[in-house]
């Protein structure tokens, strides 16, 4: 289970309005998600409260992480403000412990922090790429427009202060589930929900996202069912007995994005959506029976698949990891599930017969130059912009060049490994094998070796 870690986030409010901000889309946790400022508390903030009025029965740490994180990202002095009047009041609002689940858990502490007025802030560009005072019901449209990427205790903050600015402590908004009949669904971008499946992928991601993408009327698509066990399929099937999807639509022919895929398609009477190289892939490793009692519908792309916000949704082949690979997006490129193109949580492996690293390249070349503004991987989050993809590329071309001047020196591929792949879990050491015997096909092809 991962890590708890304190955090103080700060609603800073005037009036009507409250400031929210748009986090920076290189940041490790939460790229460009719409949220409030603050941030983790740290073992050297003082367990004592700073000399200031209206600060009785808070928490010291917390309190003070609060006051740094406000200095830091927004040079905003909450201590000086509550002694010269411009702080009306600092009360605690919410708490909120991120799901078991995620890769990095934060029990974060919201405090709603009154002003007279609105103070002049400088946002930390490395931190923070959009600020902006707005009243909760407009935060909240721009969520229900499909624009902000945001957590669920950040709206139902949001939602709380729209039902009643002067409201007191909103309680508990840990998002909640009951893991012995259901598996976790979450919606961080609106109209596209996401099942968090326990499945038997690679380390250190141990969930494989299936999203649920549909608007009423429009088909209702469920991607990559992939529970790792039977235990897991019947906890899949609960969840999707009140709102069954209409298809199963299969984003490539690796395990961890169908197993148990076939049974649940039976179960349900759904079809199954897939490219056709990915159909013949899992027919030849599986048997020619796996999708027996299924219909079976090759997709490629161009086609429209469902509609998003009314737009229409469309497939894009991303072949590279794996050749029948397929993404999804909507017209105006909003978002683009990329599979395992990226993962937000690991690394992606390329291995042969199905992985090329040459088209892998050109697949990542041509996403990047697409512009999507949210990337939505299978392993890990959703992230606002291109950057991971291009950090991915440029992360790529530099090993490749290390590996290219490494077997130009005479070292044979163990070898390489041991340098290139250096404090590398060793479980994952046949994995970054498969990606240099991938890279030095490439350099090969391109006649470079």
Not at 47 to 64: F, K, M, V
Not at 279 to 300: M, P, Q, T, W
């Amino acid at each position: 289970m991962s890590k708890i870690r304190d955090a103080a986030t700060a609603v800073l409010r005037v009036n009507d309005q409250i400031c929210a901000i748009v986090r920076q889309p290189h940041l490790r946790a939460f790229p460009g998600y719409h949220s409030f400022p603050g941030g983790k508390v740290d073992r050297t903030d003082a367990d004592t409260l700073p000399d200031a009025p209206g600060l009785e029965g808070l928490e010291p740490q917390q309190l003070n992480a609060l006051c740094r994180e406000l200095q830091e990202e927004l040079c905003f002095d909450l201590i000086a403000g509550l002694r010269n009047g411009t702080v009306l009041r600092v009360q605690p609002l919410a708490l909120a412990l991120a799901p078991p689940f995620d890769f990095v858990r934060f029990r974060s502490q919201f405090y709603r922090i009154d002003l007279t007025d609105k103070p002049h802030l400088t946002p930390d560009s490395g931190e923070i790429t959009k600020l902006m005072w707005n009243t909760p019901n407009e935060l909240l449209e721009q969520f229900r427009a499909g624009d902000a990427l945001m957590v669920p205790p950040t709206r139902w903050v949001l939602e709380g202060l729209a039902d009643n600015m002067d409201c007191g402590h909103l309680g508990d908004l840990s998002p909640k589930f009951d893991y012995d009949r259901e598996v976790p669904c979450m919606e961080v971008l609106h109209g596209l929900r996401t099942l968090y499946v326990p499945s038997q992928t690679l380390p250190p991601a141990s969930r494989t996202n299936a999203f649920r993408i549909g608007d009423d009327g429009a088909p209702q698509l469920l991607l990559d069912p992939s529970p790792e066990s039977e235990a897991e399929l019947t906890r899949v099937l609960k969840t999707l007995e009140a709102d069954p999807p209409e298809f199963v639509f299969l984003t490539h022919h690796h395990p961890d994005h169908h197993q148990f895929a076939n049974v649940l398609a039976r179960k349900l009477g759904l079809p199954v959506c897939i490219s056709e190289d990915s159909h013949g892939r899992i027919r030849a490793k599986h048997g020619s029976d796996y999708f027996d009692g299924i219909e079976v519908r090759l997709v490629g792309e161009g086609e429209v698949m469902t509609r998003w916000h009314g737009e229409d949704v469309r497939v894009y082949a991303v072949p590279g990891h794996d050749e029948g690979q397929l993404a999804l997006a909507p017209e105006s490129l909003r978002w683009f599930i990329v599979g395992d193109l990226i993962q937000g949580v690991g690394t992606v492996v390329i291995s042969a017969p199905e992985g090329d690293m040459a088209k892998y390249f050109r697949t990542l070349e041509r996403v990047i130059d697409l512009n999507p503004a949210v990337i939505l991987p299978s392993h890990g989050i959703p992230m606002r912009s291109v950057h991971r993809l291009s950090a991915t590329l440029q992360h790529r071309r530099e090993r490749e060049s290390r590996i290219l001047e490494l077997h130009q020196s005479g070292l044979l591929n163990p070898a390489i490994l041991e340098t290139v792949y250096k404090g590398v879990d060793e479980r994952l050491l046949p994995y970054a094998m498969r990606n240099i015997e991938s890279h030095l096909a490439k350099l090969r092809q391109e006649g470079r070796v």
